[in-house]
């Protein structure tokens, strides 16, 4: 029997413990974090979840590959933000798709699509369902004759590979593990890995702009695309294969990162390596996370491109058991499929030792081993311990961004100051930690971990209060709502703020030429036209 993945919560129904272990687990928790309730809930089964009646339904040329039953459109109603997880976990559905197409080639996409357009019904592109921003949801949907979302993880193949220029044409649905084992078997990789890898799709990635595995250089998947391929209600959209070109505002630039707002994404060329053999790595610790972030500066500076630059504060070593809270901890990696990294890692060494970085002797791996290992097995198993905090009444989300070096120790202590004083309001007490996730020439992306006692039935209000005080700072200290977790819906009122309004009329002009009926995802990134668009005017801000 196939294995389904839980309609409410990360990963498959069989990996959701049972009672006693879910108890156990919950306990475990709660000793290590001092938080929690004594009692953990289970989730409300689907059986018990009570659905609106499907608005739609769909031809009988399509109704080989599409699906309106409760478990269909749960599952795909919600991304898996900390918001997501506790509404679907307590039964809530508030804005199920009426129906799921789950198309096999691109000819059935179109299919799909033309006939959702044709029927008034909003279209909401689906990758892997991981988004954590309320990427996926169909709230707002209301002006339509209902919502059709597109599961495009059966257009999942490699369809070429180019070795020659170092490239392959791969299906946007396709996930992650699925990806790399087909590129495996030319002996290629393309070394992106988002936490999400186990189920998140390449068209997602893209739509999304999402970080992976390096931490400097390559960090966006941006950087490994080469040309993209989209379905819109005015017909394909599809940038040439280059390496590089100067011809004005770049196709395949505006479609990263448009969030299924302005097409279908259905293919992409990605550029592809070799897999590589050379591999060496260090966890050097600092007395402070200034001093630490004082030596991932001096390294990104000092272009020695680590693929592994990970700077982690000492709350977050003590959570993921890679430090005992006394210190920063900075994981510390290089590989490649070509020479000795060696030498690299001993100058990013000899660079950490000039900031008062301390490590293990080359003979003292197994210590420095042990240290990355218990993180990296911690930064893996994040999404499943998540769902288990919401069970045990444990509040757990996140806040990434990224800021200029020089701005980086006033924006951090701001953020750090009204997160804090919003999760003392709201929650009592709690812990905020912070690592770099990516790190630049020109700045840091910090990743802001919130833990605190939830409240039962207030959970959501308890979080909405946090991240507008988390997000507010970061936006009025200079920031970016999202260094790689999307805009989505949950970010959108800080993204108007952000981005030039002048830019934002562009934007929607471009929503109009190639989405007139505002079908596409609406509410992603701009205001779908007509009557009905309700959100408050950007303010303006001096400057953009």
């Known amino acids: 029997m196939k294995r389904r993945l839980k309609h409410w919560g990360w990963g498959y129904e069989d990996e959701w413990p049972a009672p006693a272990e879910l108890r156990a687990s919950a306990g475990l928790l709660r000793s290590h974090l001092g938080l929690g309730a004594a009692e953990p809930e289970q989730p409300v089964p689907l059986s018990a979840v009570e659905l609106p009646r499907p608005r739609l339904k769909p031809p009988s040329s399509l109704s080989a590959f599409c699906a309106s039953d409760a478990y269909e459109r749960a599952l795909h109603a919600y991304g898996r933000s900390y918001r997501d997880v506790v509404r679907a976990f307590h039964g809530r559905f508030e804005n199920p798709p009426d129906v799921v197409a789950r198309p096999r080639e691109e000819a059935e996409v179109h299919a799909v699509l033309d006939w959702a357009l044709a029927a008034g019904a909003a279209v909401i592109p689906y990758g892997g369902g991981t988004s954590v921003a309320g990427g996926v949801e169909a709230a707002g949907c209301e002006r339509y004759t209902g919502v059709v979302t597109i599961d495009l993880k059966g257009l999942d193949r490699v369809l070429e590979v180019d070795r020659i220029s170092g490239a392959a044409r791969i299906q946007a649905g396709a996930i992650g593990p699925r990806l790399e084992s087909q590129l495996a078997e030319h002996g290629l990789t393309l070394r992106h890995y988002p936490q999400s890898f186990q189920f998140s799709t390449l068209g997602g990635w893209v739509a999304t702009r999402a970080a992976g595995h390096y931490a400097t250089l390559y960090t966006h998947i941006d950087d490994l695309v080469e040309s993209v391929r989209a379905l819109t209600p005015k017909g394909v959209w599809e940038s040439r294969r280059l390496p590089g070109s ?299």
């Open 246 to 544: 100067g011809a004005g505002v770049s196709p395949d630039r505006m479609l990263l990162g448009s969030e299924g707002a302005l097409g279908v994404i259905t293919e992409a060329w990605v550029r592809v390596r070799p897999r590589p053999v050379h591999r060496a790595s260090a966890a050097v610790s600092f007395a402070d996370f200034a001093g630490g972030a004082q030596a991932v500066r001096a390294l990104a500076q000092a272009a020695l491109y680590p693929s592994n630059c990970r700077l982690i504060d000492a709350a977050e070593a003590r959570v993921t058991g890679a430090g005992d809270g006394s210190h920063a901890l900075l994981l510390l990696g290089f590989e490649s499929a070509y020479h000795d990294v060696e030498p690299a890692l001993s100058l990013g060494l000899e660079c950490c030792g000039d900031h008062g970085g301390v490590w293990a002797a080359r003979g003292g791996a197994r210590r420095r081993d042990d240290a990355a290992g218990s993180w990296r097995e911690a930064f893996l198993r994040a999404p499943y311990l998540r769902d288990v905090c919401v069970a045990a009444g444990i509040l757990s989300e996140t806040i990434e961004t990224a800021i200029t070096w020089e701005r980086f120790p006033e924006f951090h202590e701001r953020v750090l100051a009204a997160a804090g004083a919003a999760v003392r309001e709201t929650c009592g007490e709690g812990t905020i930690t912070c690592r770099f996730t990516h790190v630049y020439p020109d700045g840091p992306a910090p990743y802001y971990t919130i833990l605190a006692p939830a409240r039962r039935g207030g959970e959501l209000s308890q979080w909405a209060q946090i991240k507008a005080a988390a997000s507010d700072a970061v936006i009025d200290a200079g920031g970016t709502i999202t260094h790689h977790h999307a805009v989505g819906r949950e970010n959108r009122r800080w993204y108007d703020r952000q981005r030039p309004d002048a830019f934002a009329l562009a934007l929607s002009a471009a929503k109009r030429a190639l989405d007139p009926a505002g079908a596409l995802n609406p509410g992603v990134l701009i205001d779908p036209p007509g009557p009905l668009s309700r959100r408050a005017p950007a303010r303006r801000r001096a400057s953009a």
